[in-house]
């Protein structure tokens, strides 16, 4: 089932948690809000969820408008962020709940809730109380309730932030594996850039109320339409320039790290602009240059270099052993004109 | 720093052998005279007080009266608690106050308005007949224990209502979330996930309310309804050299309340749960259509009213020259305030009021300073400490009755502490004691927010324990022990069933006695006895209004389980 949201406003008294938020999600797909904490996420999904009205906008489940429609009456399936896994009752009654309320026969419910408990490996759990079981468990327990009922969208809330960091990585393929083992439309909220990078379909960043870009991970990753957007995802270089000049198609920036070239559209000259680029996309020239290396860390796998030019703090990765760099050394770097984005600034 | 300290252990010495004194041996001394004849153990009490027919019915009656007392109450608690904590309303906090209002006054003053109320020549049969619903007075309290019950419940709804409430709140939003997106709604959602999740409320509510409304005093004695338990009681109080049977009776209840409690309590333990880390996202307060928030205002409105209907009938009363077959009074006047203070027996008890409560409230202070200091902060195995803990909560187990009956028979023979000499020493001990909960219960509120480290910091600079205990600790918690000492004496200003049976001779009668006895007694009692009642409500009301600025939202948590 697809979902839509259209220039959906929700504000809290004065506060304006969302602001014309649109979306479009698609059938069977892995949707993920990623934003910082506090910018609106769970508010979205509860709206999806039904569970907050919006001021303003429409939400449409394939081609029904559904604002009207309560919570209950929206076969979705939700894991909330805390697993709301009800204290009193067992996992299979705890899984048999919804169930239950859609009239199922006691065969069909002890066959579906058996089905999903093997989905999510949880077999012989049944009689357990969630305070019996561990927090990993318990997560699987609120997936499986919120899957049994076969749910056109599923939504998810921080699913995996209660986790350590051990079991997080290893519920993040199961999860993707279910999703897409039943077809699921999914919707997915997290704080957490590399979870959103490494499961999703596509992306919503979301900053303060507002979505600043949808986009598969490797359009977020490496074309971000915003400064904040590549600022959130990942790390960065940022250096202010202004526009002097076109070279062979591309523009020439006057920076702290002298002239850059870069791929852009339309900058005029002495348009003033902010150049950004990954720091894996670095390359370091030994010997003369104005860039003078402040520290060099080993991570194993690659090597992070702290630079610095006039005031301006930059970062490179390297990975192998390909330069042998010592702090205080001066060398200069090579940015490929391709992996540079430029923002204008005002 | 050190896990022990001499002091500390002098400390707990001191409290733990008060409370031994005044609160553990009295009840052995009864437990021993009920089960011990002639010297060996025996049971013949017993079969005697299931033998009694008069006991048999007493016992009945009291079950039944705590039993329709609670199951009205819960009731009404829970239906008040749901719309306050679940909905938002234009005066719901209006209503937040009201309906604690109830706590100003004891049962039994709103006894003497309630009789006022619905008497034969009363405001409700002429009310009615002006009406012209009714043509003949109809005897309203033909059935005392209706009355009772009724008193009771307007009484004690509030504690339920906090319980519940209390328990509701704690309910995780997302919990019926849930529930909802799995297609759940409405009733089918509060009888599978909200109901469930508010037992342990429910269960301490009951408990409450069974306990309070079975071993009540004032009220059966104001409504000259002997055949309930704590009367019995009460009477045979007065013969314990003649009649050995108070003591089965005074066990009998103590069994009683603790089967119940500890009922109570293995039910909740096994139906308290952790709540799994709390969804962070605030209760959605339901809004209700405008017809709705009428009728629930109004209805509110009609509650709040019939819980006041009895003191502001004691109010009227108090001012009424002549009120006879009419609504209100058809003359008023002000004569019964300064007849309370030129009647002998008015004038004194107001007097040996005000000089037990402060004896009390100072008594009660000391004690329970240290018995809170020594049982949260000091240097003592956690055993030692848990003991004491326990010990100090035990009164809030222990009726007024049964307590009393426990100083009268233990102390019989002890000089001072003789009821039957001048009761003013064991009044008194009876009040501090009876009360020892709350004061340590305001006090532990301030310690747990004064931060050991402060303390410790004092203690690095150089200062020595007591002084810092003296200079930090009791300055920050000033205002706990000030909440707490205004609460206590208020509460020993209507002190009912230890008053009634501890204060034998009119010199010595407090205002609740005195109370009890004009409005029995003299040909103008119940307005002299409401004069006396309007002066207690003042003092309370005023205690109530002090004690929740001092303690805020703490407030609320005194009266709960
Ligand atoms: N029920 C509410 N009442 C008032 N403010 C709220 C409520 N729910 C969320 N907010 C506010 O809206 C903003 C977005 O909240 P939320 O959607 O929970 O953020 P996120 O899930 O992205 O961390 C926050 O500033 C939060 O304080
Ligand atoms: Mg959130």
């Given at each position: 089932m697809d979902v839509k949201l259209r220039n959906i406003v929700k504000k809290f008294g004065k506060y304006v948690a969302l602001n014309k938020v649109s979306l479009d999600i698609r059938d069977g797909e892995l949707f993920f809000i990623l934003g910082p904490s506090g910018c609106g996420k769970t508010t979205m999904l509860r709206i999806i969820a039904g569970l907050y009205e919006p001021d303003e906008g429409d939400i449409f489940f394939g081609e029904n408008r559904v604002n009207d429609v309560p919570p209950y009456a929206r076969n979705i399936g939700m894991v909330f962020q805390n697993y709301a896994l009800w204290p009193h009752m067992t996992v299979y009654d705890n899984i048999a709940y919804g169930l239950k309320a859609r009239g199922l026969s006691s065969r069909e419910i002890d066959q579906k809730v058996k089905w999903a408990l093997k989905l999510v490996r949880m077999e012989g759990m049944e009689k357990k109380y969630p305070n019996q079981l561990s927090g990993g468990q318990q997560q699987r327990v609120a997936l499986a309730r919120a899957l049994v009922i076969e749910p056109d969208v599923l939504l998810l809330d921080e699913p995996l932030s209660n986790l350590d960091a051990k079991l997080r990585a290893r519920m993040r393929s199961e999860l993707k594996f279910i999703q897409k083992d039943l077809g699921l439309t999914a919707i997915y909220v997290t704080h957490d850039q590399a979870e959103a990078l490494s499961m999703a379909d596509r992306i919503a960043v979301m900053n303060i109320g507002v979505v600043e870009q949808v986009g598969t991970p490797l359009e977020i990753y490496e074309k971000p339409r915003t400064k904040f957007v590549a600022d959130f995802i990942g790390e960065i270089n940022m250096l202010e320039g202004v526009v002097v000049g076109r070279e062979n198609g591309l523009f020439v920036v006057e920076t702290v790290l002298g002239k850059l070239k870069v791929a852009g559209e339309d900058l005029a000259d002495g348009q003033k602009v902010t150049v950004s680029f990954r720091p894996e996309n670095v390359k370091i020239r030994r010997g003369k240059g104005l860039v003078k290396v402040r520290d060099v860390m080993f991570y194993g796998f690659y090597e992070e270099l702290v630079l610095e030019v006039g005031e301006v703090q930059l970062k490179a990765f390297l990975s192998g052993r390909e330069v042998d760099v010592k702090p205080g050394e001066v060398v200069s770097l090579e940015i490929d004109p391709s992996s540079i984005v430029v923002f204008r600034e005002k | 720093m050190k896990r022990f300290s001499l002091g500390s252990l002098v400390l707990w010495l001191a409290t733990t052998t008060y409370l031994l004194v005044f609160l553990v041996y009295p009840i052995l001394y009864v437990f021993v005279r009920a089960f011990i004849v002639e010297g060996r153990f025996s049971l013949a009490y017993f079969y005697i007080m299931t033998g009694d027919p008069v006991l048999r019915e007493s016992i009945f009656n009291s079950f039944l009266i705590s039993t329709l007392s609670t199951m009205l109450t819960v009731l009404v608690g829970y239906a008040i608690a749901y719309v306050m904590v679940r909905f938002d309303f234009k005066l719901k906090h209006v209503f937040e106050v009201l309906l604690l209002l109830p706590f100003v006054v004891p049962p039994f003053v709103g006894a003497i308005g309630m009789i006022q109320l619905f008497a034969r020549f009363g405001a409700v049969n002429a009310f009615l007949m002006q009406l012209g619903v009714i043509s003949r007075p109809i005897d309203w309290f033909g059935n005392r224990i209706l009355g009772i019950v009724l008193l009771e419940v307007l009484h004690l709804y509030p504690i339920a209502y906090l319980n519940i409430a209390a328990a509701l709140s704690n309910i995780d939003p997302t919990l019926e979330e849930s529930a909802e997106t799995l297609g759940v709604k409405g009733l089918r959602k509060f009888a599978t996930v909200t109901f469930p999740l508010s037992l342990p409320g429910v269960a301490a509510a009951t408990a409450i309310v069974f306990i309070w409304s079975f071993t009540d005093l004032g009220t059966p004695l104001m409504f000259n309804f002997y055949k309930v338990v704590p009367v019995q009681i009460f009477h045979m109080a007065r013969e314990i050299y003649a009649n050995p049977m108070g003591y089965a009776l005074t066990v009998f209840v103590l069994l009683l309340i603790s089967v119940i409690f500890l009922g109570i309590k293995r039910y909740a333990t096994a139906r308290s749960y952790e709540m799994l880390g709390r969804g962070h996202v605030s209760v959605r307060l339901g809004r209700m259509s405008k017809t709705v928030e009428v009728l629930v205002s109004v209805?509110?409105?009609?509650?709040?009213?019939?819980?006041?209907?009895?003191?502001?009938?004691?109010?009227?009363?108090?001012?009424?020259?002549?009120?006879?077959?009419?609504?209100?009074?058809?003359?008023?006047?002000?004569?019964?305030?300064?007849?309370?203070?030129?009647?002998?027996?008015?004038?004194?008890?107001?007097r040996n009021s005000l000089f037990y409560s402060s004896l009390a409230t100072l008594l009660g202070l000391g004690v329970g300073l240290l018995t809170a200091y020594v049982a949260n902060r000091g240097k003592l195995p956690q055993t030692l400490r848990d003991i004491l803990d326990m010990l100090a909560m035990w009164p809030l187990a222990v009726p007024g009755i049964a307590l009393a009956f426990g100083y009268l028979s233990s102390f019989s023979d002890v000089p001072l502490l003789s009821a039957y000499g001048n009761p003013t020493l064991i009044i008194i001990i009876a009040y501090a004691t009876r009360r020892l909960p709350y004061m340590v219960r305001t006090i532990y509120a301030g310690l747990q927010q004064v931060h050991r480290s402060l303390e410790e910091a004092a203690?690095?600079?150089?200062?020595?324990?007591?002084?810092?205990?003296?200079?930090?600790?009791?300055?920050?918690?000033?205002?706990?022990?000030?909440?707490?000492?205004?609460?206590?004496?208020?509460?020993?200003?209507?002190?009912?069933?230890?008053?009634?049976?501890l204060a034998l001779r009119e010199e010595y009668f407090p205002m609740t006695k005195a109370i009890y006895e004009v409005s029995t007694n003299l040909a103008v009692g119940p307005e002299l006895a409401s004069a006396l009642g309007v002066i207690l409500m003042i003092v309370v009301s005023l205690s109530m209004i002090i004690t929740s600025k001092l303690m805020g939202a703490k407030m609320g948590e005194l009266f709960r389980a």
């Open positions: - | 209805l509110l409105g009609l509650w709040v009213f019939a819980a006041a209907l009895p003191h502001i009938s004691v109010i009227l009363l108090s001012f009424s020259e002549r009120w006879f077959m009419t609504i209100i009074p058809s003359r008023f006047t002000l004569e019964h305030y300064i007849s309370i203070f030129t009647n002998d027996l008015t004038s004194i008890s107001i203690v690095s600079l150089g200062s020595k324990p007591f002084k810092v205990v003296m200079q930090i600790t009791i300055p920050l918690i000033l205002a706990n022990i000030f909440a707490g000492a205004i609460l206590v004496f208020s509460e020993c200003m209507i002190e009912v069933s230890t008053s009634l049976m």
